[in-house]
């Protein structure tokens, strides 16, 4: 799938952020009856961060997003895409033109994009689309979720598992011979949406005699653990080695496994399934909790900016989750050739 000609993508820029109250297993425990030793040996997470009644996403978005552009050293004014990856925005009719806005990214469009905990993949892919077809430069994909607002806080087998957060990369078209973007693969199934959803509840409300509308709001969170846990550990192997294959690259050749901080035994299943070895696999989650379509971002420019993950070097990424959907990209971190 690598462009030998025409219009390549490399991935120019990295940030992220979290809000600044952090909740820890301990402090988890006085809201519902768990433990710390219970979520640490189920999933890996020792505390996550919340966004506070105040906070929005426009805010932490805004802030990942000025920090990946930094990094790039693309202004925003040269921005000429944004796309926002999200499942909480703070507006239905969207958050990434606010995002515009703040930035000062007066050339760009700007639109949110779906896909729960793949959403970055998957925008990601889209934007690879019109940077391909030479509609798009300069492109900011952002990842960035809070669902804490939408988490039901009663319901111990969810509410231990999620946090809020934000990152974001830079895309630049480049020379053919020098894609970066190897390889991907984006799946779906509705069939088993029910596994995961945030879902809308209509309340029926009577306009006229004949006429009624639906006014309600959204319900919690509600996850069936093993059907996902099941999902993931089947799926991800699978789109990662379809990803590979269009990547014309081996498991052996993949520096970085960076999954979705879903859960730190699915990172460690699917690693031992696809023979990648721990020390190859990004894992943060411990620190944030499964930021949804922020995760992989934010673990990337953790890596990135603590010098883990150096220019050149091969990184399959998967994000997998709600839809149900998941997917995965192969692709090699920065500007310089390998
Ligand atoms: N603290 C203490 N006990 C708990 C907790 C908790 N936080 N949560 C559940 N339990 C109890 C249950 O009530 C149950 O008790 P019971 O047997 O007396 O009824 C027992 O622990 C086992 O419950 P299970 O739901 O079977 O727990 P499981 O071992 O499957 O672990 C988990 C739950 C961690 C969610 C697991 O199913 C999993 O990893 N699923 C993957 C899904 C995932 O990671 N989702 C994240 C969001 S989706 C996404 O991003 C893709």
Redesign the pocket.
Known sequence: MSQQSGIGIAFIGSGSTVPEVALDNQA??QI????DE??TS??GIRQRYLSGADGSLRAIATQAAQNALEMSGVPAAELDLIILATSTSDDLFGTASQIQSDLGAVKAVAFDLTA??SGFVFGMVTAAQFIRAGTYQNVLLIGADILSRWVDWTD???????GDGAGAVVMQACEGASDRLLGFEIRSDGSQNDC?TLAYQAEPRALINGVTVGQGTYQP?A???????R??IKRVPEVIEKALHRAHRTTDQVDWLLL????Q??LDAVAQRLGIPNEKVISNMANYG?T?AA?IPLALDEAVRQGRVQAGDVIAASG???G?TWGAAIFQWGKSAP
Request: with cysteine.
């Open positions: 988890l425990s519902v009856e768990t433990s219970w979520i189920r999933t729960a905990c111990r087998r969810t509410c231990v598992l999620f995961l969170i996850m069936n653990g093993q059907e996902v846990y999902f993931a979705h901080q879903a859960n035994r699915i499964n949804s995760s997998f989750g709600a149900l």
